[in-house]
C-alpha cells in the first residue's frame, strides 16, 4: 500500500510518501515548503494570507499525488494551527477548499507519535526525546521504553525567532533575550523538575540542521548522527554574535543549512537550555518522528 503523510507544521509543509507492506514502511518520497506559518499569526490569529499558502500548497500536493494515482492521504497540523484562536475556523475553511481532510494533533499526541516513530531505530531504552518545532517543543521521559512523563512546550524556533530577531540572523543581545524566554518557560515544566538525562534523542529540523553544523566544523562526517551537547553553546555564539557572518561562515550556513538559516539559532538556544537543564551531554539525532510514529500507531496499529 502506498501511503502519502503531510505534516502541516509551523515552520514547513510537508509531504512523505511510503511503501507499507505488513508491519514494515518504507520511504520513498518527499516534498517540502517551508512556509513558516507561525509568522503568519496575527495576535494569535491565523491570518487570511496563512490560509491561502496552505490552501495552495495542499492544491500542489493533490496534483501530485493524483497524477501517481496515490489515493491513501492523511494529513495533520501541528502547533501553528492548533494553538491559534482560530483554529477550527482556519482548519475548515483549508478543509473545505483544498478536500484534504486535516487532523488537528494534540501536543501530547504529536510527542506520542513523535516517541514511537524515533525510537524505533535508536539503542535508548532509557532516556529524554526532544522535538523542537517551529511553534512548540516537545519533551517525552521514558524508561525501559515506556513513557512516563510528557509534555508540549509553547515554545519553538520560528516563534522566538519571530519575537526577538527582525533580521536573517540574530545579534548577542537577541541571543540572551531568546534565553531568558526559554528559561523561562522550561521552569514552568514543573512535571520535568527533577528529571536527569545524560543522552536525549533529538528529532525534527533544529537538530538535524544542529547535527549538520556540528559534522562540518568537528567531525567532517556527514553520517554522524552523534553530538556533545556542549559544542552547542560554541556553535550559537560563533554565529551569533553581531547579527552577521563573514564569509567563511556564510559558506558553512549555506552549504550545510539552507533551509534552516533563519531559525537555527534560536533552534539551538531551546536545544542548549534544555540540555542545561537536564544534564545532557550526548545528542543522537533520529531521522524519523512524528509520521512515522503516526503510521505505526494509527495505520499498522
Keep these: 500500500m502506498i501511503q502519502a503523510i503531510i505534516d502541516i507544521g509551523s515552520n514547513t509543509v510537508r509531504m512523505a510518501i511510503y511503501d507499507i507492506e505488513g508491519d514494515k514502511i518504507e520511504f520513498i518520497h518527499k516534498k517540502k515548503h517551508m512556509l513558516g506559518l507561525a509568522a503568519y499569526l496575527d495576535k494569535n490569529v491565523m491570518t487570511q494570507a496563512g490560509i491561502d499558502k496552505v490552501c495552495e500548497i495542499l492544491d500542489e500536493y493533490k496534483s501530485f499525488l493524483q497524477i501517481f494515482s496515490i489515493d491513501n492521504v492523511i494529513a495533520f497540523t501541528t502547533a501553528a494551527l492548533r494553538n491559534c484562536h482560530n483554529s477550527r475556523e482556519a482548519v475548515g475553511e483549508i478543509i473545505n477548499r483544498t478536500g484534504i481532510d486535516i487532523r488537528i494533533l494534540s501536543g501530547d499526541q504529536e510527542a506520542e507519535y513523535d516517541y514511537v516513530g524515533a525510537t ?83 528529532i525534527g529540523g533544529t537538530y538535524k540542521g544542529t547535527m549538520a553544523l556540528y559534522n562540518a566544523l568537528y567531525t567532517n562526517d556527514k553520517r554522524n548522527v552523534m553530538a556533545d551537547s556542549g559544542k552547542i553553546k560554541e556553535m550559537i555564539s560563533r554565529f551569533g554574535k553581531n547579527g552577521r557572518l563573514n564569509q567563511t561562515d556564510a559558506v558553512i550556513f549555506m552549504k550545510n543549512i539552507p533551509d534552516r538559516i533563519n531559525t537555527i539559532i534560536s533552534g539551538m538556544v531551546i536545544a542548549d537550555v534544555i540540555s542545561d537543564k537536564f544534564g545532557v551531554k550526548n545528542i543522537v539525532y533520529s531521522d524519523s518522528g512524528v509520521r512515522e510514529g503516526f503510521i505505526y500507531s494509527e495505520i499498522i496499529k
Design 120 to 202: 524505533r531505530n535508536i539503542n535508548m531504552d532509557d532516556g529524554l526525546l526532544v522535538d523542537i518545532g517551529g511553534g512548540s517543543t516537545e519533551l517525552v521521559y521514558y524508561k525501559n521504553r515506556h513513557i512516563k512523563n510528557i509534555i508540549s512546550l509553547p515554545i519553538g524556533s520560528l516563534g522566538l525567532k519571530t519575537e526577538f530577531c527582525n533580521s536573517v540572523i540574530p545579534n548577542n543581545d537577541e541571543v540572551e533575550k531568546m534565553y531568558v524566554k526559554v528559561r523561562e518557560i522550561m521552569a514552568a515544566a514543573t512535571d520535568f523538575s527533577d528529571i536527569k538525562s545524560e543522552s536525549i534523542c533529538g
